[in-house]
């Protein structure tokens, strides 16, 4: 029986891929990540810092991250083979491209932390016995 390496799929054609994704499913991702957070995090605290003149932080927001989503396609293309810290490297050096993959992965897993606690908060609010 042949050993599988646990990053090697096959796609719908049968072909091999060694655990990459395309630049249009970079961008979907990241634009799922993007709303996803807007929409659980930003409102309540747009809402109460900038009252009715909330919807103008939102639009600077959402152009600002389309921006970003297009930055990371625009690189993810520039340098198809390579991961957001190879290319960070290449572009800025060897240290600062560490420093900012390692930001990068940080940024993800905190927000993504953010996301799960506004959650779970949410559900005990929800579930708790008064």
């Not at 939102?58 to 970003?68: A, T």
């Not at 390579?82 to 930001?103: F, P, S």
């Not at 993800?108 to 609010?125: I, M, N």
Request: with cysteine.
């Amino acid at each position: 029986m042949r050993k599988r390496n646990w990053c090697t799929m096959r796609n719908r054609g049968g072909s091999r891929e060694e655990g990459r994704i395309s630049s249009r499913q970079e961008l979907l991702l990241m634009t799922n990540f993007l709303l996803a957070s807007a929409i659980l995090l930003i409102p309540t605290g747009v809402v109460s810092e900038a009252k009715q003149d909330g919807w103008m932080a939102i639009f600077l927001g959402m152009v600002v991250g389309i921006g970003i989503a297009a930055l990371y396609t625009t690189l993810g293309l520039r340098f198809p083979r390579q991961t957001l810290v190879q290319y960070a490297e290449v572009i800025l050096g060897k240290i600062l491209g560490k420093a900012v993959g390692l930001l990068f992965v940080w940024f993800a897993l905190h927000l993504g932390s953010v996301v799960v606690s506004g959650q779970v908060h949410k559900c005990g609010r929800i579930y708790r016995a008064d």
